[in-house]
């Protein structure tokens, strides 16, 4: 069973950086893609980046260029940095974590609130 557990989230201001942190625990961590998720209030679920088992990323067109994803094969651990923070970037981001043979997230942490004021 896999266990994510994120951090970092917070209250920022507009044009702000934040670095949210996400840990895996449970099985091999470089077995897996990661993935951040966000959703907003009223708005579904949404992917804002993600990352292969063998490093390669994407970055969905919302925030490219403002945030960067990566991972460390040795602390277990997947980043988002988010930088150039604006108020329609507010929403609860979420971890997510697939097997390397499958085309679904299977494994999601509990969450964590960015809000970004004007």
């Known amino acids: 069973q896999v266990e994510l557990a994120e951090s970092g989230g917070g209250l920022v201001q507009a044009g702000d950086s934040l670095s949210l942190s996400c840990a895996f625990l449970?099985?091999?961590?470089?077995?897996?893609?990661m993935g951040w998720f966000r959703q907003a209030p009223g708005k579904e679920r949404e992917l804002v980046a993600e990352?292969?088992?063998?490093?390669?990323?994407y970055d969905a067109d919302s925030v490219k260029g403002r945030f960067t994803i990566s991972r460390d094969n040795a602390k277990n651990v997947v980043y988002l940095q988010m930088n150039s923070l604006k108020p329609e970037d507010t929403a609860v981001y979420y971890c997510?974590?697939?097997?390397?043979?499958?085309?679904?997230?299977?494994?999601w942490g509990q969450g964590t609130q960015v809000t970004v004021s004007p």
């Open positions: 997510a974590s697939k097997y390397i043979s499958t085309p679904y997230y299977a494994y």
């Open positions: 449970g099985r091999t961590f470089s077995d897996y893609g």
């Open positions: 990352i292969t088992s063998s490093g390669s990323t």
